[in-house]
């Protein structure tokens, strides 16, 4: 069974300042990851996937995340916070032979300070 | 292009009512699903369809059945409402080749209260 775990449900960060939210995982298989971020009384949106390319994947809005499989770890950061960049994010895990089943983390929910 | 499309965008219903909550994609994907999102709780997969007839059931099943005749349709029902219902609902379709496209697209979800 695939499982997302991540650290910390709330994170307050100054704008400028660095963006980190945690994501650990557990997979049996190689993972497919995810980040998604949802806006107030929106849908999901894709921030960014890791499907065993490169370990350093690039996403929108200048979020990056890097896939370290012995750490079991998919960490988010944005070098530097806008006061758009507040939402809650959610980490997800997939996997090829179970390409039908998401399985999401419980989400960190990201604020910025002026 | 529309992408995922669900309606309605609220309801309220009373204990024991029953509903549909529907769901379509104009983007041919095989893949559908329905979560629920409940505050700490992340989002929670109900049920999924990996191909018109087949369905199955996810993490929390109970109280719901869903049905896919077509590709582009996934409702979900409701059989018997209850309180522990309440919830936002989103539900998904991704690409089914298992590749690199495995991401899903959200609708922009159903907010049920359960009275």
């Not at chain 1, 049996?28 to 849908?43: A, D, K, R």
């Not at chain 1, 390319?53 to 070098?79: D, M, R, Y």
């Not at chain 2, 609220?10 to 699903?33: I, P, R, W």
């Amino acid at each position: 069974a695939q499982s997302v775990t991540q650290l910390g449900s709330h994170v307050s960060v100054s704008e400028g300042a660095l963006v980190l939210l945690r994501c650990n995982y557990s997979s049996s298989v190689p993972p497919y990851l995810f980040w998604y971020v949802q806006y107030p009384n929106q849908g999901l949106q894709l921030l960014l996937k890791y499907t065993s390319a490169a370990t350093l994947v690039k996403g929108i809005n200048g979020f990056e995340a890097e896939f370290k499989k012995s750490e079991t770890s998919f960490h988010l950061t944005k070098p530097s916070a806008h006061m758009s960049d507040a939402a809650e994010y959610f980490c997800a895990v997939t996997s090829y032979s179970s390409a039908s089943k998401i399985i999401f983390g419980s989400g960190t929910r990201l604020s910025i300070r002026p | 292009n529309a992408g995922v499309t669900q309606t309605p965008k609220f309801q309220v219903l009373k204990t024991g009512q029953s509903m549909t909550l529907q769901c379509a994609q104009d983007m041919n994907h095989e893949y559908m699903s329905w979560y629920r999102q409940d505050p700490g709780m992340g989002l929670r997969l109900i049920h999924y369809s990996v191909g018109a007839g087949i369905t199955d059931q996810g993490e929390v099943p109970n109280g719901y059945n869903v049905s896919r005749s077509t590709t582009e349709d996934f409702p979900l029902r409701l059989l018997s409402a209850a309180p522990s219902q309440t919830s936002v609902y989103f539900c998904a379709s991704s690409y089914g080749t298992g590749g690199g496209n495995t991401e899903a697209f959200f609708g922009q979800g159903t907010r049920l209260t359960v009275v």
